[in-house]
């Protein structure tokens, strides 16, 4: 998975969509989030179990632990075939489990007119409705950002035709699925299942070329995700 996707409806939505049966805290803001080319290293919201409920943080897209801050950037990603028993993620693992709510993420692959450019494609739900990422995260709560907050979004080996734009895509999870990984009550054994087999297939989703001000991080608008002509004249995406 690169490091780019879109979250841009109100959060009401995206909740209403988890049809949650948990108090969520008030604490986010009841306009469209607007944001249609979220990178590394800024601040997103993400849903997480909070003190008898759940809450909405902006959060550092990016995290390490303590011992490895300033040694390397810091990940934003965590791939789902290690992170139950790796080393890094330990202090995160179960009990910092998240929700990355978007409407889709960006991939590039080369660009046949150019092979020194690369295209973009967004990937999105082929029904239209919100995805939901699986992700981990560290948050302490107050008026002030913590250094040492921050969260990655798990990702999982892609699939089928998603394997001809990467091969990772990320941990999307059916809204069901998302329930119960922000549950706390949920047992580690379950939440381990999730991750192995719980990424919502292909087959769920849909991909076309987008406009390349995707890859400048200063550039937002629902421009970016409009579909485009097909570079490639319908040949295959890897040839």
């Not at 409806?9 to 607007?34: C, K, S, T």
């Not at 950002?145 to 979004?153: N, Q, W």
Request: neutral net charge; glycine residues 8%.
């Amino acid at each position: 998975m690169c490091g780019r996707y879109s979250i841009y409806e109100e959060m009401d939505l995206y909740l209403r969509q988890l049809a949650l049966d948990r108090v969520v805290i008030d604490g986010y803001d009841h306009e469209r989030i607007n944001r249609y080319n979220v990178a590394p290293s800024t601040r997103v919201e993400v849903i997480r179990p909070a003190a008898n409920g759940l809450s909405v943080d902006r959060v550092k897209w990016g995290w390490a632990p303590f011992w490895a801050k300033a040694k390397r950037p810091e990940p934003i990603n965590a791939r789902a075939e290690t992170v139950l028993t790796g080393h890094f993620f330990k202090s995160l693992w179960p009990h910092g489990r998240a929700l990355a709510p978007a409407n889709g993420w960006f991939e590039w692959i080369p660009d046949p007119g150019d092979p020194k450019r690369k295209q973009p494609y967004y990937i999105t739900a082929a029904n239209g409705e919100p995805l939901f990422f699986a992700a981990l995260a560290e948050v302490h709560r107050g008026l002030e950002a913590d250094d040492s907050d921050g969260f990655v979004v798990i990702t999982a080996a892609a699939d089928h035709g998603l394997l001809d734009l990467h091969d990772r895509k990320p941990l999307v999870l059916a809204p069901a699925l998302a329930r119960e990984w922000v549950d706390p009550a949920t047992s580690p054994a379950r939440v381990a299942e999730i991750v192995q087999h719980g990424c919502r297939p292909a087959a769920d989703f849909k991909w076309y070329p987008v406009s390349k001000q995707v890859g400048n991080v200063r550039n937002q608008g629902e421009g970016l995700i409009h579909e485009l002509p097909d570079p490639r004249g319908g040949l295959p995406l890897i040839s």
